[in-house]
């Protein structure tokens, strides 16, 4: 069961470069999220998305966007990375009703920009 | 300005013996905890959780305790493991299965469970 796979594990950037972090899902799960985790503050919800074609902002969305074309799919996109964004990267799913909330995680991307 | 808390970043334990893991809040509209826990190089997995309409919810070696009044909700852990050494987050919720986005995670403790 492949569950939340993200691509690429592991990446170095120099300040300015663009890069896409994908999440893949085979849960059908409705909801999908993005989350930095740095050291001492825990997970911090960066976008997410209720379902195919829809993106909200979240606790830290700056320098970020997102896309979410098929349901399984989501995208992270850095249009000019920031030595500020580098951090661990997960992306999360949780189904549209009766999850009691839970959220499951990918392995992370590691992310280290120059 | 950090709505869930877990103050300490780190715990060791001798295998077989408790640990207690806490965590606290302090916005009130939190009405769904969760505990996750990660190993290194891997993503959060879900352990527990506990509705706030209780306070005490047991799965196996984990229990949850939570405190309402007190804004605060422990995970204890009977016997410990060496296997159970990893980082445990906290996370709450407004409500069971509502609103998408609402996680918000506290910043984590790292346990270490002693052979």
């Known amino acids: 069961n492949a569950g939340v796979t993200q691509t690429p594990k592991f990446r170095v950037l120099k300040t300015g470069q663009s890069m896409t972090l994908l999440c893949a899902q085979d849960?059908?799960?409705?909801?999908m999220y993005w989350y930095r985790q740095d050291p001492g503050m825990g997970l911090r919800l960066i976008h997410y998305?209720?379902?195919?074609?829809?993106?909200a902002k979240g606790e830290v969305p700056d320098g970020y966007n997102v896309s979410r074309l098929k349901k399984q799919n989501f995208l992270l996109g850095l249009e000019s990375a920031a030595p500020s964004q580098t951090s661990v990267y997960f992306c999360?799913?949780?189904?549209?009703?009766?999850?009691?909330?839970?959220?499951?995680f990918g392995a992370g991307t590691r992310l280290s920009v120059l | 300005d950090q709505q869930v808390k877990q103050n300490s970043p780190s715990l060791s334990v001798q295998e077989g013996r408790i640990s207690i893991l806490n965590c606290d809040y302090t916005?009130?509209?939190?009405?769904?905890f969760l505990w996750y826990k990660k190993y290194p190089a891997e993503g959060p997995t879900f352990l527990i959780s506990?509705?706030?309409?209780?306070d005490k919810n047991e799965d196996g070696r984990f229990t949850v305790f939570l405190n309402k009044s007190a804004k605060h909700l422990s995970l204890h852990i009977v016997p410990s493991q060496p296997g159970d050494s990893a980082v445990y987050f906290c996370?709450?919720?407004?409500?069971?299965?509502?609103?998408?986005?609402?996680?918000?995670f506290g910043s984590g403790t790292q346990l270490t469970v002693l052979p």
């Open positions: 999360a799913s949780k189904q549209l009703a009766g999850s009691k909330n839970i959220q499951y």
């Open positions: 506990i509705s706030s309409i209780k």
């Open positions: 916005n009130s509209m939190f009405d769904y």
């Open positions: 998305s209720v379902g195919e074609g829809t993106t």
């Open positions: 849960m059908n799960h409705e909801y």
């Open positions: 996370a709450a919720s407004p409500s069971p299965s509502g609103s998408a986005r609402q996680l918000t």
